[in-house]
């Protein structure tokens, strides 16, 4: 062996740990940029339909408690079964306090109805009104789908997150406007501004807690909402016990609301 041979193989011993690392390094960089891309690719739409898959993943039911604070901290709250089917079906049904036990309101699209034990009959509601009192009105409590009530007018990125700017479908959505931030990874909301037709910022929905809610569903806990109409008020909706459940068309009319409670 020469001493030029000898020499080459003592620089390989020190070089390829050297160029294997570059190597391994070059590769993960090459593939960030796909990561990144596959993020970059998604339309507003699709990120929309993500959100809605995250928030409320198909046929299911939970439970809600509703906290509405008052400004001078007094509270009161409210506890209901909620089940979902297909894109706009819900049924909610009050569990406490005792005083409303046995409530129940259907959702139907874009129509609602609340049945009440001693009235016997379903009186329609709308939207815009409040089974619960507080900040929170039904259309927020008995909430479809953003993607059924809303198209995507424009998507851009703020403060790291997405920025959808939504625009209501019909004139009978309860907000004519919405401004989702959404994160990026997780592709759940963290604050959605809802205006009306003028303009006007009716109230501001904060979504909060990040965890598994029940059968391995990922996605805020709390909700929380103000308004500039009700200063000093504030309302909050904690999620729980979720399961995916498949339940017959039938629990999903007038003439069932009274047996609801019978699922249970």
Request: hydrophobic share 40%.
């Given at each position: 062996m020469t001493y030029f041979q000898s020499a080459l193989r003592?620089?390989?011993?020190?070089?390829?740990?050297f160029v294997l690392s570059w190597m391994v390094c070059a590769m993960l960089?090459?593939?960030?940029?796909?990561?990144?891309s596959a993020q970059e690719t998604l339309t507003g739409a699709q990120i929309l339909e993500?959100?809605?898959?995250?928030?409320q993943p198909g046929n299911l039911e939970m439970y809600r408690k509703i906290i509405n604070i008052e400004p001078d901290g007094k509270k009161k709250e409210f506890v209901l079964w909620f089940l979902k089917k297909d894109m706009d079906k819900i049924v909610t049904l009050f569990i406490?306090?005792?005083?409303?036990?046995g409530r129940a309101t259907l959702r139907l699209g874009d129509n609602m109805w609340l049945y009440i034990p001693n009235v016997g009959k379903p009186i329609r509601i709308t939207s815009m009104q409040s089974v619960v009192g507080g900040v929170f009105n039904n259309a927020d409590i008995m909430r479809l789908d953003y993607h059924v009530e809303y198209d995507v007018a424009d998507l851009a990125e703020d403060q790291g997150q997405h920025l959808l700017d939504l625009k209501a479908k019909t004139g009978a959505v309860a907000y004519d406007r919405l401004k989702m931030w959404v994160l990026k990874q997780e592709l759940v909301p963290t604050r959605?501004?809802?205006?009306?037709?003028?303009?006007?910022?009716?109230?501001?929905?904060?979504?909060?807690?990040i965890k598994d809610i029940g059968d391995g569903v990922v996605r805020p806990a709390v909700m929380e909402t103000d308004s500039p109409l009700y200063q000093g008020y504030k309302s909050i909706m904690v999620s729980a016990n979720l399961k995916k459940r498949d339940l017959p068309d039938e629990v999903f009319t007038l003439n069932y609301l009274s047996r609801v409670?019978?699922?249970?």
């Open positions: 003592r620089a390989g011993k020190w070089v390829m740990p960089i090459s593939a960030s940029p796909i990561l990144v993500q959100v809605d898959h995250n928030l406490s306090p005792a005083s409303e036990e959605i501004e809802c205006y009306a037709a003028t303009g006007m910022l009716i109230k501001t929905l904060h979504f909060k807690e409670k019978d699922l249970r």
